[in-house]
């Protein structure tokens, strides 16, 4: 007689594996940094080799020498937050600046919580965020788009965050018209000698094709992206509703790291909710803290701060907004 082997879970073995899903978001992010580099050429390059290479050298020595365990670079981990702290940069900053954020967004941001997956914040937005606070005059000149071969003398100018912040401040909804329109801001290339802010917000489409990808290939879900764009997009649009001074929705989603937060940022999995309730949730939050700091707040943009606010409440999130157990009874 066939005896029953019971054994403890897993069962069974998908093909999932944390080296496939860090490999496919960096894919994912293949036509925005193409993108990148026709915009801005040598600055692009120049910026995102340095980071992606100083946070895999910052993630090997600390974990050979201050942690003393077999370093895991090979996960793709670190060359993900290199990338998106490049992308999260002007394209005319300082080399040693890039190097301090990535020793910020490694030994800080992940390494000193015993790094991949232990990190309650993004590690690229911690980067980012210290450098921000560090170095303001450096982190908000933004190089206009085309100049290919320039990089520390790269032309500078104001961004479509900024004009909003303006119209928003002097009340003066004709501020306004100086914003490109909704074709430009999609595919990334604005006119008059305006800066088009960080390397990786460049082009909306470009993020979009990644979104499009990692939802084809199952690495993240809609909810997350879809809940913050759809949150700003309704209170920006309410807003300019009330008071023309506000910009209208589309250009709102389509100005600055909403984007690249919103798909790449605010999806990690380690720093969001767990539950499909709970991501929405978290989304929503996003979405409007993003509002109140971006039209409110010291900074144009509040992408960055708004993600990490809300990788803080993760762990709340998680406790308060659990699935059924199967065979539970809910009592009334």
Same mark, same amino acid.
């Given at each position: 007689?066939?005896?029953?082997? /019971? ?53 090997? @020595? ?22 998106? %702290? ?15 954020? *990535?020793?910020? @967004? ?11 997956? !232990? ?38 100018? @104001? ?31 604005? *006119? ?39 949150? =700003? ?9 009330? !008071? ?5 929705? /589309? ?10 937060? @919103? ?20 989304? =929503?939050?996003?979405?409007? %803290? ?20 809300? !990788? ?5 999130? !998680? ?14």
């Amino acid at each position: 007689m066939a005896k029953l082997v /019971v054994s403890l879970s897993p069962h069974a073995h998908g093909t999932d594996s944390v080296e496939r899903n860090m490999y496919g978001v960096i894919i994912a992010l293949i036509p925005a940094l193409i993108v990148s580099f026709i915009y801005f050429g040598l600055g692009s390059a120049l910026v995102c080799a340095v980071s992606v290479a100083a946070c895999v050298f910052f993630e090997w @020595a600390i974990s050979k020498y201050l942690l003393h365990r077999q370093p895991s670079i090979t996960d793709g981990s670190a060359i993900i937050t290199g990338l998106l %702290l490049g992308f999260n940069l002007p394209s005319n900053l300082p080399i040693w600046i890039i190097v301090i954020g *990535a020793l910020v @967004a490694i030994g800080i941001g992940k390494m000193s919580f015993g790094g991949l997956g !232990n990190n309650p914040f993004n590690p690229a937005l911690v980067g980012r965020c210290f450098l921000l606070v560090s170095f303001p005059a450096q982190m908000t000149s933004w190089p206009v788009v085309g100049q290919l071969t320039a990089y520390a003398d790269a032309t500078t100018g @104001a961004t479509p965050l900024s004009i909003m912040k303006e119209a928003i401040k002097t009340g003066n909804a004709d501020v306004l018209n100086q914003l490109p329109d909704a074709i430009t801001l999609l595919l990334g290339n604005p *006119a008059n000698g305006m800066g088009a802010g960080t390397i990786g917000e460049v082009c909306a489409l470009a993020l979009l094709i990644g979104l499009v990808y990692m939802l084809v290939r199952k690495i993240i879900t809609w909810h997350i992206p879809v809940s913050i764009i759809g949150t =700003v997009f309704i209170i920006s649009g309410l807003m300019h509703l009330a !008071n023309p001074a506000y910009a209208n929705p /589309v250009a709102v989603i389509l100005s600055g790291g909403l984007m690249l937060g @919103a798909i790449f940022m605010a999806t990690d999995y380690v720093t969001s909710p767990m539950t499909t309730k709970g991501q929405l949730i978290y989304g =929503v939050c996003i979405g409007i %803290l993003t509002i109140v700091i971006r039209n409110w707040g010291a900074y144009p943009e509040g992408m960055s701060f708004a993600i990490l606010i809300m !990788n803080a409440f993760t762990p709340l999130i !998680n406790n308060y907004v659990k699935p059924k157990r199967f065979g539970e009874v809910v009592e009334k």
